[in-house]
């Protein structure tokens, strides 16, 4: 009785060690209790904002962070890793997150490159290492690091590496969740496999996260050229 009861905690254990539901939580941003300015709060936090905010009516409402912008412009928030505090072993991103309202036209297929708008209501890019790959410009913008950005796009499709306009040797898009419908989603992606697949070679640790929205030259409907928001952002190893 007790050596089969010894097997049986054996097994237990096992499953404990090898199951995905016990990954430990790396890095989690929650803007449940967020409160008071945008700006102030980012700041406070250690991020970094380019870009105009008010541009974007960036506000704290029923636990998200919320953007309605009303002006056809675009904001990065970022929060950056100093080097020796990169986050080793990144496996999966869990974003929580939605939209009501799409830029009416963003397109990031287009029939050729010239006739893209590389748009999103809103973007969660994972940066990875220190390198910097050319951004396919002279000047700016600059050079970074290789990153994964994920959006939400009404006509795009899942599954699918989109070029960005620049950055397209170390950067690409990809829209998950993506059938066009508005609402909540929850969207999780394995991290580390989809940049394998994307690049080629085993990512390095991720070295910053950014929130990003770009309506740049998308119409306005109803005083407005989208309307998103974001829960939280959690990412697992």
Same mark, same amino acid.
């Given at each position: 009785?007790?050596?089969?009861?010894?097997?049986?905690?054996?097994?237990?254990?096992i499953a404990f060690l090898?199951?995905?539901?016990?990954?430990?939580?790396?890095?989690?941003?929650?803007?449940?209790?967020?409160?008071?300015?945008?700006?102030?709060?980012?700041?406070?936090?250690?991020?970094?904002?380019?870009?105009?905010?008010?541009?974007?009516?960036?506000?704290?409402?029923? %636990?998200?962070?919320? /953007?309605? !912008?009303?002006?056809?412009?675009?904001?990065? &928030?970022? *929060?950056?890793?100093? #080097?020796?505090?990169?986050?080793?072993?990144?496996?999966?991103?869990?974003?929580?997150?939605?939209?009501?309202?799409?830029?009416?036209?963003?397109?990031?297929?287009?029939?050729?490159?010239?006739?893209?708008?590389?748009?999103?209501?809103?973007?969660?890019?994972?940066?990875?290492?220190?390198?910097?790959?050319?951004? %396919?410009?002279?000047? /700016?913008? !600059?050079?970074?690091?290789?990153?994964?950005? &994920?959006? *939400?796009?009404?006509? #795009?499709?899942?599954?699918?590496?989109?070029?960005?306009?620049?950055?397209?040797?170390?950067?690409?898009?990809?829209?998950?969740?993506?059938?066009?419908?508005?609402?909540?989603?929850?969207?999780?992606?394995?991290?580390?496999?989809?940049?394998?697949?994307?690049?080629?070679?085993?990512?390095?640790?991720?070295?910053?996260?950014?929130?990003e929205v770009d309506v740049?030259d998308t119409q306005k409907?109803?005083?407005?050229?989208?309307?998103?928001?974001?829960?939280?952002?959690?990412?697992?190893?």
């Amino acid at each position: 009785m007790i050596f089969r009861d010894r097997i049986f905690l054996s097994f237990i254990l096992i499953a404990f060690l090898l199951s995905p539901l016990w990954a430990q939580t790396l890095l989690k941003v929650d803007f449940a209790q967020a409160r008071g300015p945008v700006k102030s709060w980012f700041k406070d936090a250690g991020w970094r904002i380019k870009g105009d905010l008010e541009d974007m009516n960036a506000r704290f409402e029923k %636990g998200t962070l919320v /953007f309605e !912008p009303t002006d056809d412009s675009n904001v990065l &928030i970022s *929060l950056e890793f100093k #080097e020796n505090a990169f986050l080793k072993g990144v496996k999966e991103i869990k974003i929580v997150w939605g939209v009501e309202h799409y830029p009416v036209g963003a397109d990031w297929g287009g029939v050729s490159q010239s006739k893209r708008n590389t748009r999103d209501p809103i973007a969660v890019l994972v940066s990875f290492g220190k390198e910097k790959i050319d951004s %396919g410009a002279m000047l /700016f913008p !600059p050079d970074a690091p290789y990153f994964i950005g &994920i959006f *939400l796009g009404e006509l #795009e499709k899942p599954g699918i590496g989109y070029f960005g306009n620049y950055y397209q040797k170390g950067g690409r898009y990809f829209c998950e969740s993506c059938d066009g419908s508005t609402g909540a989603f929850t969207t999780v992606m394995n991290l580390h496999q989809r940049f394998k697949d994307t690049f080629g070679k085993e990512p390095p640790d991720v070295s910053k996260i950014t929130i990003e929205v770009d309506v740049g030259d998308t119409q306005k409907v109803n005083g407005r050229h989208s309307k998103a928001y974001i829960k939280s952002i959690e990412l697992f190893n």
